[in-house]
DNA sequence: CCGAAAATAT
DNA sequence: GATATTTTCG
């Protein structure tokens, strides 16, 4: 009768193949959020990819899920095994460092490798980092090259989440703006930064400069006396400013570690 | 919108 | 038949 054949229209779906490297981007979005907080339609605004829909990132979350599952039991079961590779060593350092108010006595709680590793992950800082970032080079950039520090700044440009993460800026913005408004970093940072641009202010005016080495009268004295002052709290600020780089450049590192042993783990199946 | 289960396609 | 992806459903 009027039955319609099985594919005439059907020709046109495509299925989506779920490359390695689409893998990937997968991967790093759900841990840039959090596995638990991982969900679809966030995944697909970070992923940014103009051809795939909720239903594609839904369906491979599930799937995801579950090789998990599977994978964290294996490695539970090969955890006697003590095939202790680089990447497990640093884990289990990094854990045992940052989780330490976890203070569990439970011999379980070594066992639930895969599951647990991505939950710490999510519960690391790797978005105060983020903000951390576009704050500090903010600063920096409003203050122009004029600092003698500026190359440490432009070293530490080169850790940009955008070239590890592939992710374009705006989105990870979106996010950072997202889930931090509540941080206590955000102050932190925020008060570095006006403090900064304070000083730079009170110092970068040409006149102060010029004054003080033309003449020597008594305010003028005063003044450079003032501005020598101004100078080191500047220098102290920026060694202060410094470190804090020094902290987010380790603090980053790590969070590229775990991000490379889940990557790792994630293409290299235990069963 | 999310996640689990069912249905299909490879 | 097993696995990957899509669709359905609560």
Redesign the pocket.
């Known amino acids: 009768m009027m039955n319609k054949k099985k ?1 005439e229209k ?1 020709k046109k ?6 490359s390695q490297e689409l893998h990937d981007k997968f991967v790093v979005a759900v841990n840039l959020l959090g596995f638990e907080k991982a ?4 995944i697909l605004e970070l992923m940014n990819d103009g051809k795939l829909t ?3 990132v ?6 995801y ?1 579950l090789h998990l599952k599977k994978q964290s039991s294996c490695v539970a079961k090969a955890n006697q095994q003590v095939s202790v590779s680089a990447f497990d060593r640093q884990f289990h350092n990094c854990q045992i460092a940052s989780a330490s108010h976890h203070s569990d006595n439970n011999a379980q709680n070594l066992n639930d490798s895969a599951n647990d590793q991505l939950q710490f992950q999510s519960a690391s800082t790797d978005l105060d980092c983020e903000v951390i970032f576009s704050t500090l080079n903010d600063t920096t950039n409003q203050q122009g090259h004029s600092m003698s520090t500026n190359s440490t700044f432009n070293e530490d440009q080169d850790f940009n989440f955008g070239d590890f993460l592939q992710l374009e800026d705006n989105k990870i913005m979106e996010l950072t703006d997202e889930n931090l408004v509540e941080s206590h970093q955000v102050y932190d940072t925020n008060q570095l930064k006006s403090r900064n641009s304070c000083i730079a202010s009170s110092v970068g005016s040409p006149e102060d400069l010029g004054a003080a080495s033309s003449s020597s009268c008594n305010r003028c004295s005063q003044q450079s006396a003032e501005i020598a002052k101004l100078r080191q709290e500047m220098a102290a600020t920026r060694e202060e400013s410094r470190q804090m780089m020094e902290l987010v450049r380790g603090m980053i590192a790590k969070q590229n570690m775990f991000m490379q042993a889940v990557l790792y783990r994630s293409s290299h199946p235990m069963c």
């Open positions: 594919d059907k779906v495509v299925r989506l193949s779920w969900t679809p339609k966030r909720l239903e594609n839904s369906s491979h979350l599930q799937k899920k």
